[in-house]
């Protein structure tokens, strides 16, 4: 039987879903919700409804996995407890600062509907994640390193796009060159946030919007901007268009520890992500988590959990037989 999956949401992480379930032949999608009149939705799959998130407690027997394509400044905290007392839910919530509210949140909803919730699913958090377990494990005595960048970060583009006055905004996190080749190098620098990174925005206004009100809202945003060198630019609709239309990112997971009687050895694990879409990338991580849900879920497990609580084995869509011969 095939995994029926949802998306709630259909911008570029809706998309991406709908693309990477045609990799995942164990998997059919069955419905997309939108805020939007659902006539205007255009999906890729043919026979596949397109209904309005006004309709989506219709679905609560039709549905094994809701995928909540929402951004994490605004929608997520919303929907995904909302929904979690509805169906099975995955999300990508990627404001590190409040994950612990969000897992309580979705927990308490979850467990209270026997449904599953698995947040904060894509690359970081997500792979990135794990990444920082498992080299914490193997190397207790180190420190930890993430670059990220230089690429679009779709949290952040969100978050200026909530503001009042901006009609179109990318943002480019990118890492200070000198401080990832001092980590890279093995001499263990004191960072802070400010030194590691800096933050390129472009935005387009509406007209008439006041651009040092946006500016000002824009480097003072905590857990998005206020901790960062931060740049605005502000350039036409054209200009955005044929410079910003791409979706590229990437960066570097670091830990740099010590073994020994002495502590005299050193290690670096480095694991790097260079991705041609963050958001096609992102989904199909989502994709992998949806299953693993669906996989719980089955064996009778609720409330919250985040990528870190699932079997690697859980992800996959291959046997366990196969991955012990070809993988292991």
Same mark, same amino acid.
């Given at each position: 039987?095939?995994?029926?999956?949802?998306?709630?949401?259909?911008?570029?992480?809706?998309?991406?879903?709908?693309?990477?379930?045609?990799?995942?032949?164990?998997?059919?999608?069955?419905?997309?919700?939108?805020?939007? *009149?659902?006539?205007? %939705?255009? &999906? !890729?799959?043919? #026979?596949?409804?397109?209904?309005?998130?006004?309709?989506?407690? $219709?679905? @609560? *027997?039709?549905?094994? %996995?809701? &995928? !909540?394509?929402? #951004?994490?400044?605004?929608?997520?905290?919303?929907?995904?407890? $909302?929904? @979690?007392?509805?169906?099975? %839910?995955?999300?990508?919530?990627?404001?590190?600062?409040?994950?612990?509210?969000?897992?309580?949140?979705?927990?308490?909803?979850?467990?209270?509907?026997?449904?599953?919730?698995?947040?904060?699913?894509?690359?970081?958090?997500?792979?990135?994640?794990?990444?920082?377990?498992?080299?914490?494990?193997?190397?207790?005595?180190?420190?930890?390193?993430?670059?990220?960048?230089?690429?679009?970060?779709?949290?952040?583009?969100?978050?200026?796009?909530?503001?009042?006055?901006?009609?179109?905004?990318?943002?480019?996190?990118?890492?200070?060159?000198?401080?990832?080749?001092?980590?890279?190098?093995?001499?263990?620098?004191?960072?802070?946030?400010?030194?590691?990174?800096?933050?390129?925005?472009?935005?387009?206004?509406?007209?008439?919007?006041?651009?040092?009100?946006?500016?000002?809202?824009?480097?003072?945003?905590?857990?998005?901007?206020?901790?960062?060198?931060?740049?605005?630019?502000?350039?036409?609709?054209?200009?955005?268009?044929?410079?910003?239309?791409?979706?590229?990112?990437?960066?570097?997971?670091?830990?740099?520890?010590?073994?020994?009687?002495?502590?005299?050895?050193?290690?670096?694990?480095?694991?790097?992500?260079?991705?041609?879409?963050?958001?096609?990338?992102?989904?199909?991580?989502?994709?992998?988590?949806?299953?693993?849900?669906?996989?719980?879920?089955?064996?009778?497990?609720?409330?919250?959990?985040?990528?870190?609580?699932?079997?690697?084995?859980?992800?996959?869509?291959?046997?366990?037989?196969?991955?012990?011969?070809?993988?292991?």
């Amino acid at each position: 039987m095939s995994i029926r999956i949802g998306i709630m949401g259909y911008g570029n992480l809706g998309r991406g879903v709908e693309v990477a379930l045609r990799t995942a032949s164990d998997m059919e999608l069955v419905a997309v919700f939108t805020r939007r *009149d659902p006539a205007t %939705v255009k &999906i !890729l799959t043919d #026979g596949v409804t397109v209904a309005h998130v006004d309709e989506v407690e $219709k679905w @609560a *027997d039709k549905i094994d %996995v809701m &995928i !909540l394509c929402g #951004g994490s400044a605004t929608d997520l905290p919303v929907m995904t407890p $909302k929904y @979690a007392k509805m169906f099975n %839910v995955v999300d990508s919530f990627d404001t590190h600062a409040r994950i612990p509210e969000h897992f309580a949140n979705v927990d308490s909803a979850a467990k209270e509907a026997g449904k599953i919730g698995v947040i904060s699913c894509g690359w970081d958090p997500g792979m990135f994640s794990l990444m920082r377990v498992y080299a914490n494990a193997i190397l207790p005595d180190g420190k930890d390193y993430t670059f990220w960048g230089k690429g679009v970060s779709q949290g952040h583009s969100d978050a200026i796009r909530r503001i009042e006055g901006v009609k179109n905004a990318k943002q480019y996190t990118v890492p200070v060159d000198s401080a990832l080749e001092a980590v890279r190098n093995g001499e263990n620098p004191e960072l802070t946030t400010r030194q590691m990174h800096t933050r390129e925005c472009f935005v387009v206004l509406e007209e008439g919007a006041d651009a040092a009100k946006v500016e000002k809202e824009i480097k003072e945003m905590p857990n998005y901007f206020a901790d960062y060198d931060t740049t605005v630019n502000f350039i036409s609709e054209e200009e955005f268009k044929a410079n910003h239309s791409g979706m590229a990112h990437g960066g570097f997971v670091f830990r740099s520890g010590k073994t020994g009687l002495n502590k005299e050895h050193n290690h670096i694990i480095e694991y790097s992500l260079k991705l041609d879409s963050n958001p096609e990338f992102t989904t199909s991580v989502l994709i992998c988590v949806a299953r693993a849900a669906y996989r719980m879920h089955q064996e009778g497990m609720t409330g919250c959990k985040t990528i870190l609580d699932i079997p690697p084995i859980y992800f996959s869509e291959k046997s366990a037989e196969e991955i012990r011969a070809h993988l292991l």
